[in-house]
Protein backbone atom coordinates (compact mmCIF):
# COMPACT_ATOMS: atom_id res chain seq x y z
CA UNK A 1 0.00 0.00 0.00
CA UNK A 2 1.22 2.92 -0.98
CA UNK A 3 1.95 6.11 1.79
CA UNK A 4 -0.52 8.98 1.42
CA UNK A 5 1.25 12.36 0.61
CA UNK A 6 2.61 14.31 3.20
CA UNK A 7 1.32 18.01 3.96
CA UNK A 8 4.82 18.94 2.73
CA UNK A 9 4.73 17.75 -0.92
CA UNK A 10 0.79 18.53 -0.87
CA UNK A 11 1.75 22.03 -0.57
CA UNK A 12 4.42 21.89 -3.08
CA UNK A 13 2.46 20.79 -5.39
CA UNK A 14 -0.76 23.92 -5.51
CA UNK A 15 0.88 25.77 -7.16
CA UNK A 16 1.43 23.20 -10.26
CA UNK A 17 -2.23 22.81 -10.07
CA UNK A 18 -2.98 25.99 -10.19
CA UNK A 19 -1.17 27.05 -13.20
CA UNK A 20 -2.45 23.44 -14.93
CA UNK A 21 -5.66 25.83 -15.88
CA UNK A 22 -3.45 28.16 -17.69
CA UNK A 23 -0.85 26.12 -19.29
CA UNK A 24 -3.83 24.35 -21.17
CA UNK A 25 -4.72 27.14 -22.56
CA UNK A 26 -1.35 28.51 -23.67
CA UNK A 27 -1.20 25.33 -25.46
CA UNK A 28 -4.56 26.15 -27.43
CA UNK A 29 -4.13 25.84 -31.02
CA UNK A 30 -3.90 29.66 -32.42
CA UNK A 31 -5.03 31.48 -35.46
CA UNK A 32 -2.97 33.12 -37.57
CA UNK A 33 -3.62 37.03 -38.42
CA UNK A 34 -2.07 37.94 -41.81
CA UNK A 35 -3.68 41.79 -41.26
CA UNK A 36 -6.75 43.94 -41.03
CA UNK A 37 -8.91 43.68 -43.90
CA UNK A 38 -11.65 46.18 -42.32
CA UNK A 39 -12.85 48.64 -39.87
CA UNK A 40 -16.93 48.97 -39.63
CA UNK A 41 -18.43 52.31 -38.74
CA UNK A 42 -21.35 53.07 -37.40
CA UNK A 43 -22.37 56.38 -38.99
CA UNK A 44 -25.94 58.72 -38.52
CA UNK A 45 -25.93 59.92 -42.05
CA UNK A 46 -24.66 57.32 -44.87
CA UNK A 47 -24.46 59.64 -48.21
CA UNK A 48 -22.68 62.00 -45.81
CA UNK A 49 -20.09 59.82 -44.45
CA UNK A 50 -19.41 58.81 -47.70
CA UNK A 51 -19.24 61.75 -49.21
CA UNK A 52 -16.73 62.47 -46.27
CA UNK A 53 -14.22 60.22 -47.20
CA UNK A 54 -14.55 59.75 -50.79
CA UNK A 55 -13.67 63.47 -50.94
CA UNK A 56 -10.60 63.13 -48.33
CA UNK A 57 -9.26 59.65 -49.36
CA UNK A 58 -10.64 59.60 -53.01
CA UNK A 59 -11.99 55.99 -51.83
CA UNK A 60 -13.58 53.85 -54.53
CA UNK A 61 -16.87 51.85 -53.46
CA UNK A 62 -17.32 48.31 -53.52
CA UNK A 63 -20.47 47.45 -55.62
CA UNK A 64 -23.26 45.96 -53.80
CA UNK A 65 -26.99 46.20 -53.39
CA UNK A 66 -27.24 46.37 -49.74
CA UNK A 67 -28.67 50.02 -48.95
CA UNK A 68 -27.94 50.32 -45.29
CA UNK A 69 -24.14 49.92 -45.20
CA UNK A 70 -21.13 50.87 -47.89
CA UNK A 71 -17.50 49.80 -48.71
CA UNK A 72 -14.98 52.06 -49.32
CA UNK A 73 -12.05 50.15 -50.89
CA UNK A 74 -8.24 51.44 -49.70
CA UNK A 75 -6.61 48.49 -51.28
CA UNK A 76 -7.26 44.95 -52.62
CA UNK A 77 -8.87 42.96 -49.08
CA UNK A 78 -8.83 46.61 -47.31
CA UNK A 79 -11.42 48.16 -47.12
CA UNK A 80 -13.36 50.89 -45.02
CA UNK A 81 -17.06 50.14 -43.97
CA UNK A 82 -19.95 52.38 -43.15
CA UNK A 83 -23.43 51.32 -41.95
CA UNK A 84 -26.33 52.70 -40.43
CA UNK A 85 -28.11 48.95 -39.89
CA UNK A 86 -27.61 49.50 -36.24
CA UNK A 87 -30.67 49.09 -34.14
CA UNK A 88 -29.56 52.28 -31.78
CA UNK A 89 -27.85 54.15 -34.80
CA UNK A 90 -25.24 55.76 -32.15
CA UNK A 91 -21.91 56.87 -34.23
CA UNK A 92 -18.99 54.55 -33.34
CA UNK A 93 -16.27 52.78 -34.44
CA UNK A 94 -18.38 49.09 -34.42
CA UNK A 95 -15.11 46.44 -35.37
CA UNK A 96 -12.46 45.36 -36.84
CA UNK A 97 -12.05 42.38 -39.06
CA UNK A 98 -8.75 40.13 -39.36
CA UNK A 99 -7.69 38.89 -42.38
CA UNK A 100 -7.03 34.98 -41.49
CA UNK A 101 -4.66 32.66 -43.06
CA UNK A 102 -6.15 28.78 -43.97
CA UNK A 103 -9.85 30.31 -43.27
CA UNK A 104 -12.05 27.99 -42.38
CA UNK A 105 -15.33 28.25 -40.42
CA UNK A 106 -15.00 25.22 -38.78
CA UNK A 107 -11.61 25.40 -37.48
CA UNK A 108 -11.79 29.27 -36.41
CA UNK A 109 -15.48 28.42 -34.21
CA UNK A 110 -13.40 24.95 -32.59
CA UNK A 111 -9.93 27.21 -32.19
CA UNK A 112 -12.38 29.69 -30.43
CA UNK A 113 -14.06 27.56 -28.17
CA UNK A 114 -10.86 26.36 -27.37
CA UNK A 115 -9.62 29.21 -25.81
CA UNK A 116 -13.27 29.98 -24.40
CA UNK A 117 -15.39 31.86 -26.70
CA UNK A 118 -18.23 29.95 -27.44
CA UNK A 119 -20.38 29.71 -30.15
CA UNK A 120 -23.99 32.09 -29.90
CA UNK A 121 -26.60 33.28 -31.97
CA UNK A 122 -25.95 36.73 -30.75
CA UNK A 123 -22.77 38.68 -30.56
CA UNK A 124 -21.07 40.11 -27.01
CA UNK A 125 -18.12 38.99 -24.18
CA UNK A 126 -16.76 35.63 -25.20
CA UNK A 127 -19.06 34.69 -27.81
CA UNK A 128 -18.86 33.65 -31.36
CA UNK A 129 -21.65 34.15 -33.48
CA UNK A 130 -21.41 32.79 -37.39
CA UNK A 131 -24.15 34.40 -40.31
CA UNK A 132 -24.35 33.95 -43.73
CA UNK A 133 -24.76 36.72 -46.50
CA UNK A 134 -24.85 36.35 -50.00
CA UNK A 135 -23.52 32.94 -49.70
CA UNK A 136 -20.46 33.80 -47.60
CA UNK A 137 -20.09 33.17 -43.57
CA UNK A 138 -19.71 36.13 -41.83
CA UNK A 139 -17.95 35.07 -38.17
CA UNK A 140 -17.97 37.20 -35.32
CA UNK A 141 -16.48 36.94 -31.70
CA UNK A 142 -16.23 39.17 -28.65
CA UNK A 143 -12.88 39.88 -26.17
CA UNK A 144 -13.54 39.52 -22.74
CA UNK A 145 -14.61 42.96 -22.56
CA UNK A 146 -17.51 42.35 -25.38
CA UNK A 147 -15.19 44.35 -27.75
CA UNK A 148 -16.44 42.89 -31.45
CA UNK A 149 -13.34 41.28 -34.07
CA UNK A 150 -14.29 39.88 -37.16
CA UNK A 151 -12.48 36.79 -38.70
CA UNK A 152 -12.70 36.11 -42.85
CA UNK A 153 -10.37 35.15 -45.79
CA UNK A 154 -7.72 38.19 -46.68
CA UNK A 155 -9.06 37.93 -50.06
CA UNK A 156 -12.26 38.87 -48.25
CA UNK A 157 -14.19 42.41 -49.99
CA UNK A 158 -18.14 41.88 -48.70
CA UNK A 159 -19.00 40.34 -52.03
CA UNK A 160 -21.01 36.96 -52.81
CA UNK A 161 -19.40 33.53 -52.52
CA UNK A 162 -18.06 30.81 -49.84
CA UNK A 163 -15.80 33.64 -48.81
CA UNK A 164 -16.81 36.55 -49.20
CA UNK A 165 -14.64 37.50 -52.05
CA UNK A 166 -16.05 38.04 -55.52
CA UNK A 167 -16.40 41.51 -56.01
CA UNK A 168 -16.64 43.57 -59.56
CA UNK A 169 -14.59 46.15 -60.12
CA UNK A 170 -15.41 49.43 -57.41
CA UNK A 171 -17.23 52.49 -58.14
CA UNK A 172 -14.39 54.85 -58.67
CA UNK A 173 -14.73 58.01 -56.38
CA UNK A 174 -16.44 60.69 -57.99
CA UNK A 175 -13.44 62.68 -56.56
CA UNK A 176 -9.70 62.55 -57.13
CA UNK A 177 -9.03 63.15 -52.95
CA UNK A 178 -6.91 64.95 -50.93
CA UNK A 179 -4.82 62.49 -48.82
CA UNK A 180 -3.44 58.97 -50.67
CA UNK A 181 -3.98 56.12 -48.54
CA UNK A 182 -1.77 53.07 -48.33
CA UNK A 183 -4.17 51.00 -45.51
CA UNK A 184 -4.38 50.63 -41.65
CA UNK A 185 -1.54 51.29 -39.26
CA UNK A 186 -3.67 50.28 -35.91
CA UNK A 187 -6.40 50.10 -33.67
CA UNK A 188 -6.50 51.56 -29.91
CA UNK A 189 -8.92 49.90 -27.81
CA UNK A 190 -9.99 51.58 -24.24
CA UNK A 191 -10.15 48.45 -22.10
CA UNK A 192 -11.34 47.43 -18.65
CA UNK A 193 -8.44 45.53 -18.23
CA UNK A 194 -5.60 45.88 -20.80
CA UNK A 195 -3.38 43.08 -18.99
CA UNK A 196 -6.04 40.51 -19.83
CA UNK A 197 -7.14 41.75 -22.97
CA UNK A 198 -3.09 41.62 -23.89
CA UNK A 199 -3.23 38.13 -22.44
CA UNK A 200 -6.43 37.18 -24.85
CA UNK A 201 -4.99 38.35 -27.81
CA UNK A 202 -1.72 36.95 -27.63
CA UNK A 203 -2.74 33.40 -26.34
CA UNK A 204 -5.59 33.73 -29.28
CA UNK A 205 -3.40 34.71 -32.04
CA UNK A 206 -0.09 34.60 -31.23
CA UNK A 207 0.42 37.89 -31.63
CA UNK A 208 4.22 39.38 -30.01
CA UNK A 209 4.62 42.79 -28.60
CA UNK A 210 5.69 45.14 -31.29
CA UNK A 211 6.94 48.14 -29.63
CA UNK A 212 6.07 49.97 -25.80
CA UNK A 213 4.40 53.31 -25.33
CA UNK A 214 5.20 52.81 -21.82
CA UNK A 215 6.27 50.42 -18.77
CA UNK A 216 3.36 48.52 -19.27
CA UNK A 217 1.87 49.70 -22.55
CA UNK A 218 2.45 46.91 -24.94
CA UNK A 219 1.84 47.24 -28.69
CA UNK A 220 0.65 43.45 -30.34
CA UNK A 221 2.26 43.35 -33.91
CA UNK A 222 -0.28 41.90 -36.54
CA UNK A 223 0.49 42.45 -40.08
CA UNK A 224 4.19 43.85 -41.41
CA UNK A 225 4.22 47.07 -39.12
CA UNK A 226 0.14 47.01 -38.17
CA UNK A 227 -0.70 46.45 -34.27
CA UNK A 228 -3.39 46.71 -31.69
CA UNK A 229 -3.26 48.55 -28.10
CA UNK A 230 -4.92 48.56 -25.57
CA UNK A 231 -5.61 50.92 -22.48
CA UNK A 232 -7.67 53.04 -20.64
CA UNK A 233 -10.52 51.65 -19.12
CA UNK A 234 -11.59 51.74 -15.42
CA UNK A 235 -12.63 54.15 -13.52
CA UNK A 236 -11.87 57.84 -14.40
CA UNK A 237 -12.01 60.73 -11.92
CA UNK A 238 -12.47 59.67 -8.14
CA UNK A 239 -15.91 58.23 -7.37
CA UNK A 240 -17.01 58.40 -11.38
CA UNK A 241 -18.55 55.37 -12.52
CA UNK A 242 -16.09 52.84 -14.80
CA UNK A 243 -16.00 53.87 -18.06
CA UNK A 244 -17.44 50.83 -20.27
CA UNK A 245 -14.70 49.22 -23.11
CA UNK A 246 -14.88 51.07 -26.30
CA UNK A 247 -12.78 51.32 -29.44
CA UNK A 248 -11.09 54.63 -29.30
CA UNK A 249 -9.60 55.17 -32.52
CA UNK A 250 -8.07 53.49 -35.64
CA UNK A 251 -5.10 54.55 -37.79
CA UNK A 252 -4.46 55.14 -41.31
CA UNK A 253 -1.06 54.91 -42.52
CA UNK A 254 0.28 57.00 -45.67
CA UNK A 255 3.52 57.47 -47.42
CA UNK A 256 5.55 60.72 -46.70
CA UNK A 257 3.91 61.81 -43.45
CA UNK A 258 4.31 65.61 -43.53
CA UNK A 259 1.86 67.16 -40.14
CA UNK A 260 2.03 70.47 -41.37
CA UNK A 261 1.21 69.70 -44.87
CA UNK A 262 -1.83 67.24 -43.48
CA UNK A 263 -3.21 69.71 -41.03
CA UNK A 264 -3.51 72.31 -44.42
CA UNK A 265 -5.21 69.92 -46.28
CA UNK A 266 -7.48 69.07 -42.94
CA UNK A 267 -8.18 72.42 -42.78
CA UNK A 268 -8.63 73.13 -46.42
CA UNK A 269 -11.56 70.41 -46.33
CA UNK A 270 -13.07 71.80 -43.35
CA UNK A 271 -11.83 70.34 -40.38
CA UNK A 272 -10.40 72.75 -37.82
CA UNK A 273 -8.00 72.94 -34.83
CA UNK A 274 -9.38 71.55 -32.00
CA UNK A 275 -10.04 74.41 -29.10
CA UNK A 276 -8.84 73.18 -25.70
CA UNK A 277 -6.82 70.20 -24.83
CA UNK A 278 -9.56 68.37 -22.75
CA UNK A 279 -12.98 67.68 -23.00
CA UNK A 280 -15.00 66.12 -25.89
CA UNK A 281 -13.18 66.86 -29.05
CA UNK A 282 -16.48 67.10 -31.52
CA UNK A 283 -16.87 66.54 -34.82
CA UNK A 284 -14.45 67.93 -38.07
CA UNK A 285 -11.59 68.48 -35.64
CA UNK A 286 -8.11 68.43 -35.72
CA UNK A 287 -4.64 67.70 -33.24
CA UNK A 288 -1.39 66.64 -32.68
CA UNK A 289 -0.47 64.67 -29.98
CA UNK A 290 3.79 64.39 -29.07
CA UNK A 291 4.72 61.39 -27.38
CA UNK A 292 7.64 61.78 -25.86
CA UNK A 293 10.54 59.53 -24.48
CA UNK A 294 8.67 58.15 -21.33
CA UNK A 295 6.07 56.66 -23.43
CA UNK A 296 8.58 55.27 -26.45
CA UNK A 297 8.57 58.02 -28.51
CA UNK A 298 11.40 60.67 -30.04
CA UNK A 299 13.12 63.18 -27.32
CA UNK A 300 11.88 65.81 -29.02
CA UNK A 301 8.46 64.09 -29.27
CA UNK A 302 6.58 61.64 -32.57
CA UNK A 303 3.64 63.68 -33.80
CA UNK A 304 1.12 61.67 -33.65
CA UNK A 305 -2.00 63.36 -35.72
CA UNK A 306 -5.96 62.87 -35.29
CA UNK A 307 -8.94 64.48 -36.96
CA UNK A 308 -12.63 63.46 -36.38
CA UNK A 309 -14.87 63.23 -39.00
CA UNK A 310 -18.55 64.56 -39.16
CA UNK A 311 -19.96 62.45 -36.55
CA UNK A 312 -17.05 62.72 -34.23
CA UNK A 313 -15.54 59.52 -35.03
CA UNK A 314 -11.64 60.03 -33.61
CA UNK A 315 -9.16 58.97 -36.71
CA UNK A 316 -5.24 58.81 -36.38
CA UNK A 317 -2.96 59.66 -39.57
CA UNK A 318 0.78 58.41 -39.58
CA UNK A 319 3.67 57.25 -41.78
CA UNK A 320 3.19 54.18 -43.53
CA UNK A 321 6.71 52.88 -41.27
CA UNK A 322 5.00 53.98 -38.27
CA UNK A 323 5.34 51.11 -35.61
CA UNK A 324 4.17 52.98 -32.59
CA UNK A 325 7.72 53.02 -31.84
CA UNK A 326 10.46 55.49 -31.68
CA UNK A 327 11.88 58.44 -34.00
CA UNK A 328 10.13 61.23 -35.29
CA UNK A 329 7.71 59.14 -37.48
CA UNK A 330 7.20 56.40 -34.82
CA UNK A 331 9.07 53.63 -36.95
CA UNK A 332 11.75 52.44 -34.87
CA UNK A 333 10.66 49.07 -32.97
CA UNK A 334 12.57 46.36 -31.64
CA UNK A 335 13.01 43.01 -33.96
CA UNK A 336 9.79 40.85 -33.30
CA UNK A 337 11.62 37.36 -32.12
Known sequence: MKSPIDRRRFLLSVPALAAAPKLL???APQLKIRGFNHVTLVVSDLKRSIDFYQGLFGLP????????????????????????????RTPRIDHCCFGLE?????????????????KSDDRGAMKVQVSTRDGAQLVYAGDPDGIVFQLQDPSYCGGTGPLGNRCPAPEPSPKRG??????????TVFSTDAQRSNA???????MPI??????TAPT?????VEFMMFTGGGGGR???????ASINHYCFNLAGFNPDQILKTLEGYGIQAREGQSGPVGPMKHYISMRMENRGGAKEGTPELYFTDPDGILVQLQDVSYCGGAGVLGSVCPPIS
Request: glycine fraction near 8%; charged fraction near 20%; charge should be positive.
Open 220 to 224: LALGT
Open 25 to 27: VQA
Open 210 to 215: RSYQGP
Open 178 to 187: LIDLKGYSHL
Open 102 to 118: NFSVDRVVSTLARHGVA
Open 61 to 88: KERHTRTLDASLRIAPGVNLDLTTDRPD
Open 200 to 206: FYQDLFG
Open 238 to 244: AGAPPRP
